[in-house]
């Protein structure tokens, strides 16, 4: 591979690593703002909602930006962003003052996917673009799992908050280094919203649309409840809680490298072999989810979620490059921004139904409503992969 594919995906790469250190250090915090403020397991829900609102309302925004300024600009504005609203979740001092925080962190995390998936697509060459998405999707799950690391280990040496200062500091640096060796664009146009009208008219890629509020919902709740989870009820350390965190990011890493090279390497028709590819990755969350709700020894935990790691958290590069199978290149900025937003919309609702369902009747019933959500969007992705796509010329080239 040439040297201006390696330059762009690292530099994405790198990008997607340090805004998700900073936008995912909340997940890892969730047992400190429980002590800090005094929350029941609901209203821990509720930070990570305002953490995704604030993603949600602004993604189409943001995507139309990136449409006009081009993704150079924004992104590098966006990590600067980024690192500022870490730093005000830190400084939060009372609860109301947090929600504002971590809303106005999501707001800014908005900037990520359609600003890479821009520069993927953009700039990679036909083959090799399922490969450099699964790369790219690597730098969530390791920021988040470096996000885990620093936020619960430095606590106990440091202060809470220590995770987060880092964290801004590394934002700000890339952000220079970003600004500095991304290659300078034109603007890109007028800003203008997709054209989700004729995208609605896309029967298989409505489906997927639907399927991916189940995954969301699956992916940021898993997130947002390990440390708490593996706290509460498996009775280990907070610190212990963030290395089983970690070790859900990095194995969620692994999947998504995987998945991308099988979605790049295996015979078929594209439509067909990426969509039974997340077919099975949304049939063994579920299961996972039920091993979890089961699980009540430390190493018991780790293994489990690591396991459930590489499945719900590895599956959202395969989800945009099946998306890229059914929709034509000029359409996947507004495709992605509305694949985005179910993936989003479910972090909003499924987070406080977890809590309260913990409050009420305990762990297990809430991994149980994940598991029956997982079971459902991989009945609606069937149904997309049974459906033929009306593109003649899709996103995904062979």
Known sequence: MDRS???TVSLVTLWQVSASICYYAVFAATPFFRDEFGLSRFSVGLVVTALTLGYAIWLLPVGALVDRFGEGRTLTLGLVGLAAGVTLVAGAPTYAALLAAVFFLG??????????????????????????????????????????????????????QAGFVIAAGVGVVVAGCFA????????????????????????????????GFFLGAALFTTTGYTVLYVEESVGVSVAFGGVVLALVQLFGSGGRLLTGWLSDTLPGDPQH???????VQALASAVLFVVVAMTSSPWGAAVAFSALGFFVLGN??????YMATLVSADEMGGATAGGQLSLVAGSVVAPPAFGYLADTVGYRGSWWLLAVGSVVAAGLLLAAVRLESPVDEPAMRE
């Open 107 to 160: 707001s800014l995390y908005a900037t990520a996917m359609p600003g890479t998936n821009k520069a993927i697509y953009d700039n990679v060459t036909a083959g090799r673009q399922n490969l450099a998405i699964g790369i790219k999707q690597v730098g969530v799950t390791a920021g988040s799992g470096i996000s885990a690391l620093l936020v619960t280990g430095l606590a106990g040496v440091l202060f809470w």
């Open 316 to 321: 959202t590069g395969v989800y945009y490059s």
């Open 5 to 7: 594919y390696w330059r």
């Open 180 to 211: 500095l060796w991304y290659p300078q664009q034109r603007d890109g146009g007028r800003a203008s919203y997709p054209d989700f009208r004729g995208l609605s008219r896309n029967r298989p890629y409505r489906t997927l649309v639907a399927a």
């Open 273 to 279: 072999r990426i969509g039974a590819i997340l077919i």
